[in-house]
């Protein structure tokens, strides 16, 4: 997929809005343009898998959390890019 989406925008895209997360954040928001906005409104990758929230799945969120791309400010300053 992101092979396929780098070759019809290669020079990035203006907006990505990503509902996935941990796993796809980091690469989200490489796809930017310069000026690009990365807009993030959910954690679907972060979700626990059954209905029950054991121990278990508080510790595979965490450690999700804890996985999730940091984004420096300076960088996004420099770059003109934004995440929302």
Do not use: E
Not at 26 to 45: E, K, M, N, P, W
Not at 63 to 70: A, D, H, N, T
């Amino acid at each position: 997929l992101w092979s396929a989406a780098s070759k019809a925008a290669p020079g990035g895209y203006c907006a990505i809005f990503d509902a996935n997360g941990v796993q796809t954040l980091a690469r989200s928001y490489s796809a930017l343009a310069q000026t690009g906005t990365l807009v993030i409104y959910g954690f679907h990758t972060n979700l626990p898998t059954s209905s029950m929230l054991n121990p278990l799945a508080w510790a595979r969120m965490l450690v999700g959390i804890l996985r999730m791309p940091r984004f420096d400010p300076m960088d996004l300053v420099l770059s003109s890019k934004s995440v929302a």
